[in-house]
C-alpha cells in the first residue's frame, strides 16, 4: 500500500507533464479569436471597419424616377379569339361518306373537309332541269303572245276585229311576258344553288363537299362516315356542329379585372402579358372588349386583352396574368436588393455615419424592372444599402 502511494505523485506529475495541467496556452502564430462582426442599438446597425461584411455592403443615394402610381395586375387564361371560330353545320341533309380531317390539323379556307351523299343534291339537279324546261316554255309562249298581239293590233287597225280581241291579245302578251321573267328568275335561283353545291347541271348522285370557311385548326369532329345528318334549319336550328374550327393566329386572355383597378383599362389600350409557361418572357396585346356586367360576388369585370399568336405556342387554358401601369409620378426607388423582409415588415439599411446603418422600415409601390417604389420611408438623396442588405437582417 505504501509503494502505491509513493508511486502516484509520480504518476500524476507525469499526467500533468502530458497535458499541460489544463494550461491553454496558443501555439504562436494562431490568430486571435474574432469580434462579433455587427452590434444593435436604439435600432442602429454598427459594423466595425475592420469586419469582413463591411466589404461586402454596397451602398447608393436613393434616386427619384417616374414610376406608376399604381398598377394592375390580374391573373388570365388563353381562350380561343370568338371572333375566328367557325362551327360547320351541314347545309345539305344525307349520309356521310368520308371524313377528311381529324382533331388537331391545319386547314386551309376552301380545304374539303368531308364528303355527303344527299337527296337534296339531286333534288337540286332536278329543280334546274324542271327550271329549264319552264324558261324554255315561257320563252315560246311569249313569242307567240308577241306574234298574237301584233296580228291583233294590225287587224284592229284595219277594222277586222273588234277592240276587245285586241285587248284580249294585248293581255295574253303581258302574262307570257310575266311568266318569263319569274321563269327566268326560277333558272337563275337554281344555277346559283348548283354552283354552291358545286355540282353538274345534268348528272344525279354526286357527292356534296363541305369546304372549310376559315383558315384555322380543327379542335372537334362530331361525326364519322355513314353517319346520317340532317340539314341546318334557319328557323329552330339545334343542329349539333359537324366541326369546330379556330384560327389561333390571334388569342384572347380573359381576366377578372378587380373594381379599383378598371379606372386604368380601356379598349385599345396595350397590356403586358405574362404566362406560366414562359416564365422569362414578356408579351403586348390590346384590350379588345371589357364586361358590361360586374361580377357581385367577387366585385371584379372581365377583360379581354387580344394577342398574336403566329408560331402557335400560346394554347387556349394556359395560365397568366395582365399588367397595365396607371398614370406617373416622380417617387424615390431603390434597387431590389435594397429592400429585405425582416417580421413580415419590408425594412432598408440607411446610413447614418461610417459603419452605421439605421434600420428603416419602407412602404414599398409598384416594381418596374429591378427597382421598387419606395411610397414612404425614404427620400431622395437618401444613402441605403442596395447589394448585402440581407447580411444585416437579425441583427
Known amino acids: 500500500m505504501r509503494g502505491v502511494l509513493v508511486a502516484l505523485p509520480g504518476l500524476v506529475m507525469g499526467l500533468c507533464l502530458m497535458v499541460g495541467c489544463g494550461r491553454s496556452e496558443a501555439p504562436a502564430g494562431a490568430a486571435p479569436a474574432a469580434a462579433m462582426p455587427t452590434e444593435t442599438r436604439n435600432n442602429i446597425v454598427r459594423v466595425p471597419s475592420d469586419s469582413p461584411q463591411i466589404k461586402q455592403l454596397r451602398i447608393e443615394a436613393v434616386e427619384l424616377a417616374d414610376i406608376p402610381s399604381d398598377a394592375l395586375v390580374a391573373p388570365g387564361r388563353v381562350a380561343i379569339n370568338p371572333n375566328r371560330i367557325s362551327r360547320v353545320l351541314p347545309f345539305v341533309g344525307g349520309r356521310i361518306l368520308k371524313v377528311l380531317v381529324k382533331v388537331g390539323d391545319h386547314v386551309e379556307q376552301g380545304q374539303p373537309l368531308l364528303t355527303i351523299d344527299s337527296a337534296d343534291a339531286d333534288a337540286a339537279v332536278s329543280a334546274h332541269l324542271q327550271a329549264e324546261s319552264t324558261e324554255v316554255q315561257s320563252k315560246a309562249a311569249l313569242a307567240k303572245g308577241e306574234g298574237d298581239f301584233r296580228r291583233a293590233k294590225d287587224l284592229y287597225e284595219h277594222k277586222a276585229v273588234a277592240e276587245k280581241d285586241m285587248i284580249q291579245a294585248q293581255n295574253d302578251l303581258a302574262t307570257a311576258k310575266s311568266a318569263y321573267e319569274i321563269a327566268q328568275a326560277i333558272l337563275k335561283q337554281t344555277r346559283r344553288k348548283l354552283e354552291l353545291l358545286e355540282l353538274k347541271d345534268t348528272e344525279f348522285h354526286q357527292e356534296v ?138 425594412i432598408v439599411f440607411l446610413e447614418r455615419g461610417p459603419g452605421q446603418f439605421e434600420r428603416r422600415r419602407v412602404t414599398t409601390g409598384v416594381r418596374v424592372d429591378d427597382r421598387v417604389a419606395i411610397v414612404s420611408g425614404l427620400e431622395s438623396g437618401d444613402r441605403v444599402i442596395v447589394d448585402g442588405a440581407v447580411l444585416l437582417r437579425g441583427q
Open 209 to 346: 363537299k363541305i369546304r372549310a370557311p376559315i383558315n384555322g385548326q380543327v379542335l372537334e369532329v362530331n361525326l364519322a362516315p355513314g353517319e346520317y345528318r340532317a340539314a341546318i334549319s334557319f328557323h329552330t336550328d339545334t343542329t349539333a356542329p359537324l366541326l369546330s374550327i379556330a384560327d389561333l393566329s390571334t388569342v384572347w386572355i380573359s381576366s377578372e379585372v378587380p373594381e379599383p383597378f378598371l379606372r386604368f383599362i380601356r379598349i385599345g389600350e396595350t397590356v403586358t402579358i405574362n404566362l406560366v409557361a414562359f416564365p422569362d418572357e414578356a408579351f403586348t396585346g390590346r384590350v379588345a372588349r371589357i364586361g358590361d356586367v360586374l361580377d357581385p360576388q367577387t366585385r371584379t369585370l372581365k377583360v379581354h386583352v387580344e394577342f398574336p399568336n403566329p408560331q402557335g405556342r400560346f394554347r387556349p387554358e394556359m395560365y397568366g396574368s395582365i399588367r397595365h401601369a396607371g398614370p406617373s409620378r416622380s417617387t424615390p426607388v431603390v434597387p431590389s436588393g435594397a429592400v429585405v423582409q425582416e417580421y413580415g415588415r419590408s
